[in-house]
């Protein structure tokens, strides 16, 4: 028999293998296939790579590939689309039209599953993300297997409560906490279930830096001895946020630090992060703080999930900060140092999405609850640069 796994991400990629370890007991054969939204080919390739700590049977990639070097930051057009698309006047056209492309988009990647996958085996499980594209798809192709749904992020805490009825598993890192809220709430949490135990993950993530074919010159570039800083930079472009929220943010943290001369700062962007906004913060660190500083950039180990990376840092990072990324509150979690500073900016980055396009507005604060009442137990939130 086959499980599908469906994955957009190198990290949920490892949450999956943690669950397919835990549970293949050899009667199964697991197909891994990357979701349809663009990557960039060295994601893509550390995203396979995982053949080499886990034993997939297939792998099948429904995305597009997109050169290493491209910049994510959204076109003047792409911008007035994201804005104009929710007006009343343009949606029902611009729906019309999605529509039509996502009814040929799910033909073409049903003939490619089915085309991969013939003769191979019935499926009995698919393991997918809430707003993974070809679920619909897996649904429609595959209609008696059992379905389990993992997170990706903060959002898929708040998705899943419109999930219904709840006839599948969501494995997630913050169950208990999860289970609590819903529970306070009054809402059933019996679908509600754990996704990894006390160092499960730390053990994953030295695994695949060590079966990496550049561990060397990932280990010699990023590993650094003496009191760390990291700073986990975000894929905020959506928000067409001001360049000056950059330094802003970099000042915010900079001013929790104490002695910062006396650190070295980790500047950790995200894969799909803009060029632009990599440079203003890496510009600001090393020239205008004048501060001792290490950007990940233009390298493989960008591509990786720094909760993997952080396997390198955790023994001597004192503070981590992050706007509202899920990684701050998974890094707390998954290695739990309780001598380092979890620092997370959510109230703080409410002043700079005055120009953000509606339907971003709306997830922004429809996830504000779980952020606060379930993802930052181990987390302070800080909303201004002056330390309390």
């Given at each position: 028999m086959l499980r599908i796994f469906?994955?957009?991400?190198?990290?949920?990629?490892?949450?999956?293998?943690?669950?397919?370890?835990?549970t293949n007991n050899g009667n199964f054969k697991d197909v891994l296939i990357l979701d349809t939204?663009?990557?960039?080919?060295?994601?893509?390739?550390?995203?396979?790579?995982?053949?080499?700590?886990?034993?997939?049977?297939?792998?099948?990639?429904?995305?597009?590939?997109?050169?290493?070097?491209?910049?994510?930051?959204?076109?003047?057009?792409?911008?007035?689309?994201?804005?104009?698309?929710?007006?009343?006047?343009?949606?029902?056209?611009?729906?019309?039209?999605?529509?039509?492309?996502?009814?040929?988009?799910?033909?073409?990647?049903?003939?490619?599953?089915?085309?991969?996958?013939?003769?191979?085996?019935?499926?009995?499980?698919?393991?997918?993300l809430t707003q993974t594209g070809v679920n619909d798809?897996?649904?429609?192709?595959?209609?008696?297997?059992?379905?389990?749904?993992?997170?990706?992020?903060?959002?898929?805490?708040?998705?899943?409560?419109?999930?219904?009825?709840?006839?599948?598993?969501?494995?997630?890192?913050?169950?208990?906490?999860?289970?609590?809220?819903?529970?306070?709430?009054?809402?059933?949490?019996?679908?509600?279930?754990?996704?990894?135990?006390a160092n499960d993950f730390p053990a994953i993530a030295k695994e695949v830096i060590n079966t990496d074919v550049k561990q060397t010159v990932i280990k010699s570039q990023l590993q650094v001895e003496g009191k760390l800083v990291l700073i986990l930079m975000e894929n905020v472009q959506i928000y067409n946020v001001p360049d000056a929220f950059w330094t802003d943010y970099l000042d915010l943290?900079?001013?929790?630090?104490?002695?910062?001369?006396?650190?070295?700062?980790?500047?950790?962007p995200h894969p799909t992060q803009s060029i632009k906004s990599i440079e203003i913060s890496k510009n600001y660190i090393l020239n205008t703080c004048k501060l001792k500083a290490i950007v990940i950039e233009n390298n493989h180990a960008v591509n990786y999930s720094v909760e993997v990376l952080y396997s390198l840092w955790q023994d001597n990072t004192?503070?981590?900060?992050?706007?509202?990324?899920?990684?701050?509150?998974?890094?707390?979690?998954?290695?739990?140092?309780?001598?380092?500073?979890?620092?997370?900016a959510y109230d703080f980055f409410k002043k700079y999405i005055g120009d953000a396009p509606p339907q971003f507005i709306d997830i922004y604060t429809g996830i504000e609850d779980v952020v606060k009442n379930v993802l930052t137990e181990n987390c302070i939130n800080i909303s201004d640069n002056k330390p309390k």
């Open positions: 469906v994955s957009p991400s190198h990290l949920c990629t490892l949450y999956m293998i943690a669950y397919a370890r835990k939204p663009p990557k960039k080919a060295a994601l893509i390739k550390v995203i396979t790579d995982t053949v080499k700590i886990y034993p997939w049977a297939e792998i099948i990639n429904l995305s597009t590939v997109m050169p290493d070097e491209i910049d994510f930051t959204p076109n003047a057009r792409k911008s007035l689309t994201r804005k104009l698309k929710t007006k009343p006047i343009i949606k029902p056209i611009y729906d019309f039209l999605l529509k039509l492309h996502l009814k040929k988009q799910k033909n073409s990647e049903a003939k490619i599953i089915q085309n991969q996958l013939i003769g191979k085996g019935g499926v009995s499980e698919i393991n997918i798809v897996l649904f429609k192709l595959y209609t008696k297997a059992s379905v389990n749904y993992f997170e990706h992020g903060q959002g898929d805490y708040f998705f899943i409560q419109n999930i219904k009825p709840y006839t599948y598993n969501f494995y997630c890192v913050f169950a208990d906490k999860f289970k609590q809220y819903l529970q306070n709430r009054e809402q059933e949490n019996n679908y509600v279930k754990s996704l990894l135990s943290c900079i001013a929790r630090v104490d002695s910062p001369n006396e650190y070295t700062f980790i500047l950790k004192h503070y981590v900060f992050s706007v509202f990324s899920s990684a701050l509150y998974y890094i707390s979690k998954l290695y739990g140092n309780r001598a380092t500073k979890y620092y997370y």
